[in-house]
């Protein structure tokens, strides 16, 4: 009997001890009771409490927290329906309010962020929606932060998971962007032919100046090269003339002329009677003598001039 009475006395001391000693957990915060009414928030530690008067009546994780929000059917400014889902990050700050401010703190922030995500989405087109996420985050925390204040909770940020517009959307806007596309394609392929054109007229209008340099340049050679050639046969003249005026000052020169003008004249008479296709006589054959004597005194005039 002592025995019994023994253990049930060891029972209950541990039992008061039990309710007596407290440890929080570094993660937690717990909310005390005394007697149905809120005494302490007791932080992460070693704490003593009066058995059957004071319990825990929350304990609240103060890591931050990931709450998934729902996917839901939102209408957007130009009358377009999407289904929009998220992530919203929260930490609880003030254990007492996150456990009297609200009945369930993590159910209405996943509510509000949804009502106030359909609200800023209605003030946005479908493409903004794409464009703006960042700026439609940061309006969506924004909203929730000052909604959430009273219930001790600090909402730090909110993620947009998906956007996904309706089939019939998906569809317009596969068209709408092949159409793009294809706009693209044509304006590429006919700033291409455009430069093809001015690259080609560019080098068919050097390749014609070219020429003209060529043809200016060849003419001006042709022309150097005819003033050349004159002017070395006026000279190979000139210096024969001299040669012949000095040999008819010799002896014997005035013969040795009228004998070569005869033979020049003779062989070009050959040369008509042999190539004419008519038959090329002299008309005054009898004549031919006085036309030597003629040359004859030619000659000497010459001579006696100089």
Known sequence: MLFIT??????????????????????????IERLG???????PGFHFLIPFFDRVAYAHDTREQVLDVPMQSCISKDNIQIEVDGLVYLKVMDGQ???????????AAVNLAQTTMRSEIGKLTLSQTFS????????????????????????????????T????????????????????????????EKEAKIN????????????????KLKKINEAKGKGLEITIIADAKA????????????VGGTDAMNMMLKEQFIDQIGDIMQNADVSVVPKEMAQLEGF???????????????
């Open 6 to 31: 023994i253990t049930i006395s060891l029972l209950v001391i541990l039992f008061i001890l039990y309710k007596l000693l407290l440890v929080v957990p570094m993660r937690e915060v717990n909310v």
């Open 37 to 43: 009414k809120f005494r302490a928030v007791l932080q």
């Open 97 to 107: 309010k996150a456990s009297y401010g609200i009945e369930d703190y993590r159910r």
């Open 132 to 163: 703006e996420r960042d700026s439609l985050n940061e309006s969506i925390v924004r909203e929730i932060d000052v909604a959430s204040n009273p219930w001790g909770i600090k909402v730090l940020r909110y993620e947009i998971k998906n956007i």
């Open 165 to 192: 517009p309706s089939l019939h959307v998906i569809h317009t806007l596969e068209k709408q962007m092949e159409a793009e596309r294809t706009k693209r394609a044509e304006i590429t392929l006919a700033t291409a």
């Open 200 to 215: 080609l007229s560019q080098g068919e209008r050097t390749e014609a100046i070219n020429i003209s340099e060529g043809e």
């Open 239 to 250: 210096q024969g003339m001299l040669l012949i005026s000095e040999a008819i000052g010799n």
């Open 292 to 306: 030597f004597e003629g040359m004859n005194q030619v000659t000497n005039s010459i001579q006696g001039a100089k």
